[in-house]
């Protein structure tokens, strides 16, 4: 059981250790001229501002299988296809199999040319769908769609054996946004 053990423990928990879990990282993604650059954090060039690239959380290949049986329901994750495991969706692009998914840590900005993920940015708002996208591919990355959305649902509900996320890390599994634009000024506010 994870719940109140995992929070006095500072969120560490032998999930840390497992594929794909320890291998999940925070870095800088900058793609420039077609050439990806990833500087991962605790290397000296990291940096949360943006100035070394989009703060991105790099989550490598995984496989995975579900199967029910009765009442009970399992899923299972591995860094390697075994009988029954299919490719996670999000690590396919274009017919093309990917070794890691960039997911951005914050919402999305636009900083000089093109959409950016950087601390202390208010995020985009006022755009449709298709401009985002089109400022995403503009600049050598894909939206944030559903078979990434799933894939982290994924991991959350398999590593802390539930689906109240919220229960298990102490109410901070839910958080809503309100975006509204006063006097020229993006002004976002959280809910506690």
């Known amino acids: 059981a994870v719940d109140t053990a995992f929070q006095l423990n500072g969120g560490k928990n032998d999930f840390d250790k497992a594929y794909p879990f320890g291998a999940i990282r925070l870095c800088n993604v900058k793609i420039q001229d077609g050439k990806k ?11 949360r501002t943006g100035s070394a690239g989009n ?22 994750i591995s860094g390697t296809c075994h009988e029954g495991f299919s490719l996670e969706p999000c690590f396919l692009r274009g017919g093309k199999e990917l070794d890691h998914v960039y997911v951005g840590v914050y ?12 601390t202390g940015d208010f995020p985009d708002i006022m755009k449709t769908m298709d401009e985002f996208r089109d400022e995403y591919r503009s600049a050598g990355f894909d939206c ?49």
């Open 37 to 47: 650059t990833v500087v991962y954090e605790g290397e000296p060039e990291f940096s």
């Open 55 to 76: 703060v991105m959380v790099q989550i490598p290949r995984f496989y995975s299988k579900r199967e029910k049986v009765g009442t009970i329901e399992r899923w299972m």
């Open 107 to 118: 919402n999305s900005t636009s900083k000089g040319d093109g959409v950016f993920s950087a």
């Open 144 to 192: 944030y769609d559903l078979a990434i959305h799933i894939a982290l649902q994924k991991l959350m509900v398999i590593e802390f054996g539930r689906r109240d996320l919220k229960y298990v890390l102490g109410g901070i599994g839910r958080m809503r946004y309100c975006s509204r634009v006063k006097e020229g000024v993006a002004i976002v506010s959280m809910e506690p």
